[in-house]
């Protein structure tokens, strides 16, 4: 190599972050540090732990959304540095941020005004069981965390009506719709739970779920405006104006309601229901192959009219098939899948489940490699029996989240 090339590539080399002083030594953890690094360093760094994260596009635990959309990505970098708790100096954000919620009343039928479960959930029966004098509100869950089934909000109301008819008390309905709520408008549009049923005073959802936004943005409705206490508005005047808001009210970046409305706009209804249609496809898939593998009763099979598109399972009664879901679940971890298992809740938490959450991201030709990969530790544990099988304690926690 000519000598005027060699010096070149030594000037390269020693401009390799990785060949950097920071890099060389051992960076604080806990400590402030002393000195400045270099931008470059410091995302090495940072980066380079951040691999050591699982693939969030395998994470089948999580509701929320972990893929967007280049045009998301650059407009959350525009947003960053707006903070939509100063609507004054960002009016424009505000004004997003209050189309998107005249969008979802409309989605969800608002009034003009305000512009089979069974044993693993709440039933119009172990409702009224629970209710009397003191009950403020019954909140019935579009989506329940532990198996994805929507509880039945319209037989809930029917109940409470009678209920009302019987003793005259007069219970409202706020509806958890973390996930349900922008599912079922676009693949179970007769499914009533929204405000068509005038005991439903309000309903909140998760814009980061399968509102397909970035992580950090929820939304809620009234039914109009009589229904929120005024004691629970805070008017914020130190930001150049009277500004009443039901938040908390701190600073964070407005970049989220951005990439909504983005969404709303980008997508519309068709798209949001071709999106969520072809979710609940895969589910529906990944329901049928799974029930094929093992001794597996289905608890919920990716059907839109009962629930979100996931799958959720637990072992039969009374069989045995030499492992525990418990087992199953860090068997897959081994390859990369976040697959949970996870014990239930109230009367049921003697019972085991696993489940998968399928979600923009989520392929045929991925969840195709998960079968292969969730036959292959079946097939595992057949060659290889469990001696002792793993507890819920000795796998890592189910975060719902």
Known sequence: MPLHERESVREHIEDCVFAGRDLTRQVPKYRFPRDESA?????????????????SRQNLA?????????????????????????KDEYPQTAEIEARCVHMLAD????????NTVGDYAMDPESMLARVDENTIMVVPTLGVTYTGAYEPVEAM????????????????IHVDGASGAFLAPFCAPDLMFDFRLPRVKSIST???????APLGVGWVVWRDREELPEDLVFHVNYLGGDMPVFQINFSRPAGQIIAQYYNFLRLGFEGYKG????????????????????????????????GIPTVTWRIRDGADPGYTLFDLADRLRTRGWQ???????????DIAVQRILVRLGVSHDMASLLLDDFRGAVAHFAKHPVTVP??????SGFNHL
């Open 39 to 55: 931008p470059k360093e410091a995302f090495q760094v940072v980066a380079d732990e951040l691999m050591l994260d699982g693939n």
């Open 62 to 86: 999580t509701f929320c959304q972990t893929w967007a959309e280049p045009e998301v990505l650059a407009l959350m970098a525009l947003s960053v540095d707006k903070n939509m708790i100063d």
């Open 107 to 114: 989605l969800w039928h608002a009034p003009d005004s305000a």
């Open 157 to 172: 109301s029917s109940a409470l009506d009678q209920l009302q008819a019987n003793t005259g008390l007069d219970i409202g």
């Open 206 to 212: 998760s814009g980061h779920k399968f509102g397909l």
């Open 275 to 306: 999106i969520h249609e072809a979710s609940y496809a895969i589910g529906q898939y990944l329901a049928a192959e799974i029930a094929k593998v093992g001794p597996f009763e289905l608890l919920c099979d990716s059907n839109p009219a009962t």
């Open 339 to 349: 697959v949970p298992a996870y014990t239930l809740t109230g009367t049921a938490s």
């Open 390 to 395: 793993m507890s819920k304690e000795e796998t």
